[in-house]
């Protein structure tokens, strides 16, 4: 096994060997488990069933040290980090350092190839649905093959430096790695190909700058970014994010070593009435921590690198009910922030769907869009039934719907009617 091979040592030489590896089992696995129509005709992988080819005998070993990963749990995970930001210092400027010094969000990396192992043992199957958020992030930034091999050897590494040098350990994991690399590095070139694909797409990074800025509530403020190349921009699916890198070129310290810049995603508002569709990219941002506080601090003709819009919370599966149910009710749920991916969708399908908007916020003064909702609410009177719920209301917010009241308020003991 040339991988286990390479695993035993971090040298690079070893490491091109491990994208050696990955690059054949890609080439070999035909792409696809898909016909070419039924490619034409999903918009992502949901439906597609993965299935391990691990051999039983690894799969054996994998089963009876999988309780040891588990039981080894945040120690793992900060070793593993600990150890691949020391041998490779460029991926502090990949990962989310805000993440690591939270903590939970790291996790998930490690937490994921242990449920895929128990996947490989349990069913011999790995669901698309279940990894396709995660590739789609991967696609938007960029993480490349030999940033895999980079993970598979710090990861059985770490597995050498906590629980067992045992080499037939070593073997199962590195096969069982390998495998869920392959799956997530050939759905993760399919996006990327995909996204390429769409008129006014790029790969990679492009430089925007920042040619509007509009506060939308005390927080959050929304910028429109137009291209420097003076090319059109795509038409992106509704619930769709872009990265957007920030450079720190002194470099910022970090809990791992410093980093020279740091990724974030922000979801794609869709354009405004009468507003180009092929010219701007705009987003809504909530001041919060790191990045989004220099975002709101950046002046208009700032300059920035964005990727092209990606991401599956979208309503791609809706639609194709809607084909044969015409009257499916469309309900849209959010909180805060989280109110940019469906407003871009109940912009997209408010002039032909009824709908019911129901949004909670702190109060009036962080509600975002709430004079957008009005209008559209009053362009669409009767088929969007909108609700909204402040945790704390100002005074100026008024009382709950009632005689007098604020139209749009209610709160959990209110009983809510129809406006
Ligand atoms: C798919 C996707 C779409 C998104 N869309 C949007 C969007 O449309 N609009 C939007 O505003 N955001 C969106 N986000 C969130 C966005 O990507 C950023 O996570 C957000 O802007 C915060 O980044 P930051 O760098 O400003 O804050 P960070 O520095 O990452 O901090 C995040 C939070 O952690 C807190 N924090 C920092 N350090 C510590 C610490 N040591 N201990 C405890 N807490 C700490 C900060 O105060 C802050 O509240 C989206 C995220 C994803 C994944
Ligand atoms: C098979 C191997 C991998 C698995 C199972 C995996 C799993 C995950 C998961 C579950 C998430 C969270 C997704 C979300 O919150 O939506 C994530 C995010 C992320 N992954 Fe991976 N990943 C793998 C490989 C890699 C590699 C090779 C890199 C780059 C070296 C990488 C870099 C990232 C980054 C930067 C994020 C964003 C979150 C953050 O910065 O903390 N991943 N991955």
Same mark, same amino acid.
């Given at each position: 096994?040339?991988?286990?091979?390479? @695993?035993?040592?971090?040298? *690079?030489?070893?490491?091109?060997? =491990?994208? %050696?590896?990955?690059?054949a $089992?890609?080439?070999?696995? $035909?792409h696809?488990p898909?016909?070419?129509?039924?490619?034409?005709?999903?918009?992502?992988?949901?439906?597609?069933?993965?299935?391990?080819?691990?051999?039983?005998?690894?799969?054996? /070993?994998?089963?009876?040290?999988?309780?040891l990963?588990g039981? %080894?749990?945040?120690?793992?995970?900060?070793?593993?980090?600990?150890?691949?930001?020391?041998?490779?210092? #460029?991926?502090? $400027?990949?990962?989310n350092? /805000?993440?690591?010094?939270?903590?939970?969000?790291?996790?998930?990396?490690?937490?994921?190839?242990?449920?895929?192992?128990? %996947?490989?043992?349990?069913?011999?199957?790995?669901?698309?649905?279940?990894?396709?958020?995660?590739?789609?992030?991967?696609?938007?930034?960029h993480?490349t093959?030999?940033?895999?091999?980079?993970?598979?050897e710090?990861?059985?590494?770490t597995?050498?430096? *906590?629980? =067992?040098?045992?080499?037939a350990?070593?073997?199962?994991?590195? %096969?069982?790695?390998?495998?869920?690399?392959? +799956?997530?590095?050939? @759905?993760?070139?399919?996006?990327?190909?995909?996204?390429?694909?769409?008129p006014g797409?790029?790969?990679g990074?492009?430089?925007?700058?920042?040619?509007?800025?509009?506060?939308?509530?005390?927080?959050?403020?929304?910028?429109?970014?137009?291209p420097?190349?003076?090319?059109?921009?795509?038409?992106?699916?509704?619930?769709?994010? &872009?990265?957007?890198?920030?450079?720190?070129?002194?470099?910022?310290?970090?809990?791992?070593?410093?980093?020279?810049?740091q990724?974030?995603?922000?979801?794609?508002a869709?354009?405004?009435?009468?507003?180009?569709?092929?010219?701007?990219?705009?987003?809504?941002?909530?001041?919060?921590?790191?990045?989004?506080?220099?975002?709101?601090?950046?002046?208009i003709? =700032?300059?920035?690198?964005?990727?092209a819009?990606?991401?599956?919370?979208?309503?791609?599966? +809706?639609?194709?009910?809607?084909?044969?149910?015409?009257? +499916?009710?469309?309900?849209?749920?959010?909180?805060?922030? #989280?109110? &940019?991916?469906?407003?871009?969708?109940?912009?997209n399908?408010?002039?032909t769907?009824?709908?019911?908007?129901?949004?909670?916020?702190?109060?009036?003064?962080?509600?975002?869009? @709430?004079?957008?909702? @009005?209008?559209?609410?009053?362009?669409?009177?009767?088929?969007?039934?909108?609700r909204?719920?402040?945790?704390?209301?100002?005074?100026?917010?008024?009382?709950?719907?009632?005689?007098?009241? $604020?139209?749009?308020?209610?709160?959990?003991?209110?009983e809510t009617?129809?406006?």
């Amino acid at each position: 096994m040339i991988f286990l091979a390479s @695993r035993l040592s971090l040298s *690079l030489c070893r490491r091109a060997e =491990t994208s %050696a590896v990955l690059e054949a $089992n890609l080439r070999g696995r $035909n792409h696809s488990p898909f016909s070419k129509s039924q490619q034409q005709l999903r918009t992502f992988a949901a439906d597609t069933v993965y299935k391990f080819t691990v051999t039983p005998k690894h799969l054996e /070993t994998v089963k009876a040290t999988l309780p040891l990963v588990g039981q %080894a749990g945040t120690d793992f995970t900060k070793h593993f980090y600990r150890r691949m930001f020391a041998a490779n210092p #460029g991926l502090l $400027n990949v990962f989310n350092q /805000t993440n690591q010094a939270v903590g939970s969000q790291p996790k998930k990396l490690l937490e994921t190839v242990a449920v895929a192992a128990s %996947a490989a043992i349990e069913t011999g199957e790995l669901p698309g649905e279940a990894i396709e958020g995660i590739c789609q992030k991967h696609a938007a930034l960029h993480i490349t093959l030999e940033q895999y091999a980079v993970v598979g050897e710090n990861l059985l590494g770490t597995i050498e430096d *906590l629980l =067992t040098t045992d080499q037939a350990v070593l073997e199962a994991w590195g %096969a069982l790695y390998q495998e869920i690399a392959t +799956v997530f590095v050939t @759905r993760e070139k399919e996006i990327a190909d995909k996204v390429a694909s769409v008129p006014g797409s790029w790969s990679g990074r492009r430089r925007f700058k920042i040619v509007d800025k509009e506060k939308v509530s005390s927080v959050i403020t929304r910028f429109k970014f137009e291209p420097l190349d003076g090319k059109p921009t795509p038409e992106f699916e509704p619930g769709t994010y &872009t990265t957007i890198w920030v450079p720190f070129p002194e470099g910022e310290e970090c809990l791992h070593g410093a980093y020279k810049e740091q990724p974030r995603h922000y979801t794609l508002a869709m354009p405004r009435d009468g507003e180009p569709k092929n010219r701007y990219m705009s987003i809504s941002v909530k001041k919060e921590g790191l990045v989004s506080s220099i975002l709101h601090d950046s002046d208009i003709g =700032t300059e920035w690198d964005l990727s092209a819009p990606h991401g599956c919370f979208v309503m791609s599966g +809706v639609e194709k009910l809607w084909l044969t149910e015409n009257d +499916v009710p469309v309900v849209f749920l959010s909180a805060g922030v #989280g109110i &940019t991916p469906v407003l871009a969708m109940l912009e997209n399908i408010y002039k032909t769907r009824p709908a019911s908007w129901l949004h909670a916020a702190q109060n009036g003064d962080v509600h975002a869009y @709430r004079d957008r909702l @009005r209008e559209i609410s009053a362009i669409r009177a009767g088929e969007l039934i909108r609700r909204v719920w402040y945790e704390d209301p100002l005074p100026e917010d008024g009382p709950p719907a009632g005689d007098g009241a $604020n139209p749009d308020l209610y709160n959990t003991n209110h009983e809510t009617v129809p406006h």
